[in-house]
């Protein structure tokens, strides 16, 4: 049966908008104001790892390198770089480039940003993805040398933009909450759980952004946004509406919708130190997930099926992987072979999900929880705002949780960072504690292949082995729709979600 649709009528609510007086607030007509869901948490892009402090940051910041709409690598702070053997890389750093405080940028600050997270003294998830660097010369300031210990194919993917980018030499310990970089626009403010505002760099060395200033307005509910969409005190909300709310603004005069297929990723996390998620529950829990379901009523069929991390068209995605249909028969016989009968009540087993306050989340939670209570598990929801809530994530506090990869399963390197053993919290984003041998060797042989043909074998087998393991339900890949007044112009979304497109906006 088609599930109840759990969204709040929009029209009754718009009504009682336009009602109201004080519905429409003065515009500062020189400001872009976009609508996110929750704070940064720190815009120090050595160490913010969520995707508000990625997204904002990489317009603060520059990257050694970038990666164009199609994921090839590009240009950005090195303007050529070359590989002089399989462990010496070689960047011509770009002359003229300044931080925001006037400061020259040259060799010496990349120096710095890469040593400042190998020598410790900055602490953060980050570290582990520069780990096979041996050294980092800057024998001039136009001259950067990174030496690594062995081969590593994925390398430069690690230069590009929300990857890292690069901070002033000797950087004052709270760049994170007051930022300089060299990026298109300026930090101006940040208000905890209120808003972030940034403003256009003129002097930028590349094509300074057409708008004056962006303000990132946070609104962790996702029915005031639609609301102040509508009443017009904000202009753009990217991926952070629910479906049905999309389609009641589709018909709104004064607003557009615009969708492009994004590799957006959105997964379902388990616990693998919980001993009572084992395989035969992992499986069981995949087979009672009705996506069919999920994907057409609660999203509107505005997301695809997911069968990997790596997105369908991606060179390393594995074809004809094992999936798991929506089977509650087969749940329930799984469980039982765990030995897990019902009780008294039809319940086998209790679960916490763990999710933050944003609505789309809770939704999501909700039908969840349906839909494994039809196996006999009973899923508890609790729901903390988003700062706590990725805290627990992080330390590997919960039992279940549901995220989105975004922009980080462009390169297959994310395996490593994702599922390799010696990468569990604090030293990486394993936080569901799997622990394979053969993952790890073919994680391995994936990052140290020098021919593609043989990084492809070694992570499509890879994506087999994970499939038949489970750390990971694979829910959808979700395209970017972004929702914004007619006002803003030339909006193109990069399929990784990011905010590089508030570069080429306009005003009309």
Request: proline share 7%; charged share 20%.
């Amino acid at each position: 049966m088609p599930i109840a649709n759990p969204l709040p009528r929009w029209s009754f609510l718009l009504l009682i908008c336009l009602l109201l007086s004080g519905c429409r607030t003065p515009r500062d007509p020189g400001t872009v104001v976009m609508l996110i869901e929750s704070s940064p948490i720190s815009l120090d892009p050595r160490i913010g790892t969520d995707s508000q402090s990625e997204r904002i940051g990489e317009l603060i910041f520059d990257s050694l390198l970038r990666r164009d709409r199609n994921s090839n690598l590009q240009p950005a702070l090195a303007e050529q770089w070359e590989i002089l053997d399989p462990l010496t890389y070689q960047f011509r750093i770009r002359s003229g480039v300044r931080f925001h405080d006037g400061k020259p940028l040259t060799a010496r600050d990349v120096r710095y940003t890469f040593e400042s997270l190998l020598s410790g003294e900055i602490k953060s998830l980050k570290t582990s993805a520069f780990s096979r660097i041996a050294s980092v010369e800057a024998p001039d300031d136009a001259t950067l040398l990174i030496r690594l210990t062995e081969p590593y194919a994925s390398f430069p993917w690690n230069l590009t933009q929300g990857a890292m980018g690069i901070v002033p030499e000797g950087a004052s310990p709270d760049l994170g909450s007051n930022p300089i970089g060299s990026g298109p626009f300026r930090f101006v403010r940040a208000v905890q759980d209120e808003e972030v505002v940034l403003e256009r760099n003129s002097e930028y060395w590349g094509r300074a952004p057409q708008i004056e200033r962006v303000r990132f307005r946070v609104v962790p509910d996702a029915t005031t946004r639609a609301l102040e969409l509508r009443n017009g005190s904000a202009d753009i909300v990217l991926n952070a509406l629910t479906a049905d709310t999309v389609e009641s603004l589709r018909g709104e005069p004064s607003l557009q919708v615009t969708q492009e297929v994004g590799n957006t990723y959105q997964y379902l996390a388990l616990n693998l130190a919980n001993p009572e998620l084992t395989n035969p529950v992992r499986r069981a829990i995949a087979h009672a997930i009705d996506r069919d379901e999920l994907i057409h009523y609660l999203w509107r069929d505005l997301v695809r099926p997911a069968d990997s991390i790596l997105p369908s068209n991606h060179w390393a995605h594995a074809p004809d992987l094992p999936d798991f249909p929506y089977d509650p028969e087969k749940a329930r016989e799984l469980l039982d072979q765990a030995g897990l009968p019902p009780g008294p009540d039809g319940t086998r087993l209790h679960l916490v999900m763990k999710t933050s306050t944003d609505q789309t989340g809770r939704e999501l939670a909700s039908v969840l929880q349906n839909q494994l209570s039809r196996i006999g598990i009973a899923l508890e929801i609790r729901s903390y705002e988003f700062a706590t809530f990725y805290g627990d994530i992080v330390r590997g506090d919960f039992d279940i949780y549901s995220l989105r990869w975004i922009g980080g399963n462009d390169d297959p390197d994310i395996y490593e960072y994702v599922f390799h053993s010696d990468n569990t919290p604090p030293s990486g984003a394993n936080r569901g504690h799997y622990a394979n041998p053969l993952a790890d060797e073919l994680i391995g042989q994936g990052r140290n292949g020098v021919d593609q043909p043989s990084r492809i074998a070694a992570y499509r087998q890879l994506q087999h082995l994970l499939n038949a393991d489970l750390p990971y339900i694979h829910l959808w890949y979700s395209d970017n729709v972004v929702v914004h007044h007619r006002r803003i112009g030339n909006i193109h979304i990069f399929p990784s979600g990011n905010y590089d497109f508030l570069t080429e906006v306009q005003m009309q």
